[in-house]
């Protein structure tokens, strides 16, 4: 399985691009984080 962490500051498109990556392929597992400092805090 793939773990993706998607890093994007517009909540329109950090959304949208969830959403595809889910659709696409159900052997991701995407986190999201709006900001670096968010990411890093993640890992």
Do not use: C, F, P, W
């Not at 517009?10 to 999201?32: C, F, M, N, T």
């Amino acid at each position: 399985m793939t773990r993706l962490l998607l890093i994007e500051d517009h909540g329109i498109v950090r959304d949208a691009l969830r959403q595809l990556l889910q659709k696409d392929s159900g052997e991701y597992i995407v986190d999201v984080a709006a900001s670096g400092t968010e990411a890093l805090n993640m890992l």
